[in-house]
């Protein structure tokens, strides 16, 4: 921080902003980085390539449903099974998807674009080809910035090359039957955006922010799920170290990275991996690899192609993609706030700290149904039952949030009654568990039709309290000996015989006075 300090007040008088954020930023690069980084001989140049799934309820080129998890192999039509005679037909919709992802992220939208065959032969790739934007993609440039809100401790931008409308390819499973891999092709033709970066990144702690920050925007203007876990949302990087003042090392490529825990750990490795290679005097070779998560390890897969290698050629059964100014305004104006935006926004308005800004943000709609629940009540109670209890209660349930039950109308309800004392916090949180199975009731009918009110009457509790202390004499000395840790104890034997009813506040009021 010294540092840091110093390095801003001695050089502002000479020197632009842009060179005093980067001095800022080596600085912090070497404070906060890991083992890997510890010599400055070495500097990591990190690139990314995005591929985003599109919120699209049928395929690129065909109708087929894109839904996830239904039976392997039934959302396949000819097309995607790539039959002679069949032709593509561009889903508009995933266009006007694309272009949103465009805006979003400050890219220069193409009024002209174009699709390519990119060849290559897998069994999950049943054309023999990919039908991608290799020359003429729909967006060049953009770029994403990453700031403290982000959770990086200097400010820095990543420059996006191209964003380009591309098809999936179907899923290999290689774990069912032992020495076969088995296809599916239910994925085969979905929607994608490919975003790729510069090389602008240069730690995994900058890389992993990067995506973060581009799932939020993707989830935000609602292009994309984003989902990593259910592969919507998949990473390759490349990564090459080489010694300051000198050129570019050799790149090597890591494919398929399904987490942003797993991706910076890969990155990890793989600089390690390249720093002991060349100060043993060995040479880097271009190759794709794979990142063994047991391991934690880089492993080789095969060597890197070259475009020449994927023969790219037009696309003879698309005409080029053309777009008019009006339709791009039209969908530029219908874009909703950003994420940096929208975290400014929420913390002023409400006084809720960024953490909980984030949680909400992590989930699709999370922030929507805050601002529905928060009207006319206490914020921070309010973020706290849905990031705390609700979210937890789902993510047990394995429900997406996405398909959450319980409308911010009836968690509202919930809030109100824990706030005015008709019910505690735990009879609250098992209101919600019959709400998420199906219960639409508002929670004061609940409370009325099961007789589920607060015990608050005090010559009750009294008499409960009393009962309690007289039948545990033994918990009793143990208080009056000094052992202050007992007095919860007690407060829980009342909750207990009261099934969790009694005002906790009360009970706490009435055993401290009969203790």
Known sequence: ????????????????????????????FYQYSTHL???????????????????????????????????????VSVIDAAFP???????????????????????????????????????????????????????????????????LEYDTMVRIKQIQLEQDTGKSIHDIVP???????????TGLIEIVTEPDMRTSKEAGLTVKKLQSILRTIGSSDGNMEEGSLRCDVNVSVHEHETPYGTRCEIK??????FLMAAIDVEIERQIKELENGNKIVQETRGFDVLKNKTFRLRTKETATDYRYMPEPDLSPLILNKDYITR?????????????????????????????LMNETGGVKYFEEAVKNRNPQHVSNWITHELFGLLHARNIKFSQNPVSALQLGSVIDCVDNGDITGKVGKKII????????????????????????DINELEKICKNVILQNPEQLRSFKGGKQTVFAWFVGQVMNKTKGQANPKLVNEILRKLL
Request: with cysteine.
């Open 1 to 28: 921080m010294i540092i840091k300090t110093f390095v801003t007040t001695y050089l502002k008088k000479t020197c632009n902003e842009r060179f005093i954020s980067k001095i800022k930023r080596n600085v912090t």
């Open 37 to 75: 980084y510890k010599s400055n001989k070495w500097e990591t140049i990190i690139g990314l390539e995005v591929h985003a799934q599109l919120n699209s309820k049928t395929k690129l080129f065909s109708s087929s449903s894109t839904s996830f998890n239904e039976p392997v192999n039934t959302n």
């Open 85 to 151: 005679g069949t032709l593509p037909q561009l889903n508009t919709k995933c266009v006007e998807l694309a272009v949103a992802a465009s805006l979003a992220l400050s890219g220069n939208v193409q009024l002209v674009s174009s699709f390519d065959r990119k060849q290559y032969f897998y069994p999950d790739l049943p054309p023999g080809y990919q039908i991608t934007q290799h020359y003429a993609p729909i967006s060049l440039g953009g770029k994403i910035f990453l700031n403290q809100l982000d959770g």
């Open 179 to 189: 020495g076969m891999t088995l296809i599916d092709l239910n994925r085969a033709g």
């Open 256 to 261: 398929n990275l399904n987490s942003i825990k």
């Open 331 to 359: 969908i530029s104006n219908n874009l909703p706030e950003l994420p940096d935006d929208l975290k400014t926004r929420i913390m002023k308005q409400y006084g809720i700290p960024l953490h909980d800004v984030i949680v």
């Open 433 to 456: 568990e019959k709400m998420i199975s199906g219960d639409s009731r508002l929670a004061s009918i609940i409370i009325q039709d099961e007789g589920l009110r607060q015990l608050s």
